[in-house]
């Protein structure tokens, strides 16, 4: 599967710091999106502040969707280290989201549970966030409205054929 990270912060060099952070956790980016507006939402105000920017990236090695949770906990320890290092003033100054993308579907993993959300392992859920179906992904009733985004379902198509390419590169391999 296709590990794809989703970044946000207010601060530019906090979204620049987290790529260079996933990047050596996790390889290099494959595909990265423009940083574009977040504010679909004011939940995370309180601990982040305003005026957010968020990013998506793709990762050009391949997972198993097993790792998801893995994935999950190391993005949450990188985001505390820049916390910890108190160069910003908020409480959170960088939000790292990952997923996983394969042929058929995009998936979130997550802390928090809800009722279409599926239990992995180690406090980690996982969420069908987008579906691909009639050439193009598409959401559900629970998609986050940012994932709703024709901006954001373009990236998302882009890095279906960057992992399609990649599972021709994989397959070759055999």
Do not use: C
């Amino acid at each position: 599967m296709l590990l794809i990270v989703a970044a946000f912060s207010r601060h530019e060099l906090a979204l620049v710091w987290g790529r260079g952070a996933l990047e050596a956790a996790f390889g290099p980016v494959g595909l990265v999106g423009a940083p574009l507006p977040f504010h679909q939402t004011r939940y995370y105000e309180p601990t982040m502040g305003t005026d957010l920017r968020k990013q998506l990236m793709a990762f050009s090695t391949l997972i198993d969707a097993a790792d998801l949770p893995q994935k999950k906990l190391r993005t949450n320890e990188i985001e505390h280290q820049l916390t910890a290092t108190a160069a910003y003033r908020e409480e959170r100054p960088l939000n790292l989201d990952p997923g996983i993308l394969n042929l058929g579907k995009f998936m979130l993993a997550t802390t928090k549970d809800q009722a279409h959300r599926i239990y992995l392992r180690d406090g980690i859920f996982a969420e069908v966030t987008l579906r691909y179906q009639a050439g193009a992904f598409e959401p559900w009733p629970w998609t986050y409205a940012d994932y709703r985004q024709q901006v954001v379902l373009g990236f998302l198509g882009e890095a279906r054929e960057h992992y399609r390419t990649r599972l021709r590169q994989w397959k070759g391999r055999e």
